[in-house]
């Protein structure tokens, strides 16, 4: 009786390519990261078998069972002996990470430059120090900073991590602006000029912790909402074309289920 050979599907988003420098493992590995980082894998979701998952990638199953191992490490995953493999429940997407980075690699690829080229500046940018707060004489000596109280540079010290972390919460604040629920506490107003205590940021800090996580919570909630009405409305008039090529991978898979 004649083998059944068969054809690998062209359109298959996980098929790695063996001859790429980075390891097949890497390849997949980053593949799922990605669907978990943008939401397109969302809490709670089942990852397939382990043997679906090598066919699908043409590799082996150890390869796969080292990919979901690592994830697992990393918290991204949770294994549930005779389960499966689940996205964690703890995990908390970015779904605007999919067009950034598609933006990104539309002006890599207007100036004639690979989307790995990309990939490595950006990481090697993100991990540069800025430039020390110290600044130097003419002699190229730093100037001493003046001598101050111990207890007062501490206050310095806090207030300015205290900052920081306002500043960081703010900007990804500001992905959130749609999703922030309208019957959140705000942080109190200052009506005169004055410099904020450690109390007072701490305060703010914490307001914008918790309205980020009840954005994001709703973020994801309307990003899965949207995601099931593209995928259906995608299957139903074959617009599949507009979707971003995670969304692309997604329909894939479940058209496999």
Not at 22 to 29: F, I, K
Not at 187 to 196: E, I, N, Q, S
Not at 210 to 233: I, T
Request: aromatic residues 2%; proline residues 7%.
């Amino acid at each position: 009786m004649a083998q059944l050979v068969q054809t690998p599907d062209a359109s298959n988003p996980f098929a790695v390519d063996p001859d790429d420098e980075l390891p097949v493992g890497l390849q997949l590995t980053l593949r799922l990261r990605a669907l978990i980082a943008t939401g397109r894998l969302p809490a709670g979701e089942r990852l397939p078998s382990v043997r679906r998952l090598a066919d699908w990638a043409g590799v082996n199953l150890n390869t796969v069972r080292a990919v979901y191992a690592g994830l697992e490490a990393t918290g991204l995953v949770v294994s549930h002996q005779g389960r499966g493999t689940f996205v964690a429940a703890e995990v908390r997407a970015a779904p605007e990470l999919e067009e950034i980075a598609a933006e990104a690699i539309r002006k890599a690829a207007a100036a004639g430059l690979g989307a790995r080229e990309l990939a490595e500046v950006a990481l090697v940018c993100a991990e540069i120090p800025g430039p020390p707060g110290s600044a130097a004489t003419p002699g190229g000596a730093a100037t001493p900073p003046p001598a101050i109280d111990p207890a007062e540079a501490e206050a310095i010290g806090v207030r300015r991590e205290l900052r920081r972390q306002i500043g960081v919460l703010e900007s990804e604040l500001a992905a959130y602006a749609r999703d922030v629920p309208l019957d959140m506490p705000t942080a109190p107003r200052v009506t005169t000029a004055h410099v904020a205590g450690v109390e007072e940021l701490e305060q703010t800090r914490d307001t914008l912790v918790a309205q980020l996580s009840e954005a994001r919570r709703a973020a994801e909630r309307r990003a899965r909402e949207e995601a099931r009405r593209r995928v259906g409305e995608a299957g139903g008039t074959g617009g599949a074309e507009e979707a971003g090529p995670l969304a692309r991978a997604m329909g894939w898979w479940r058209a496999k289920r």
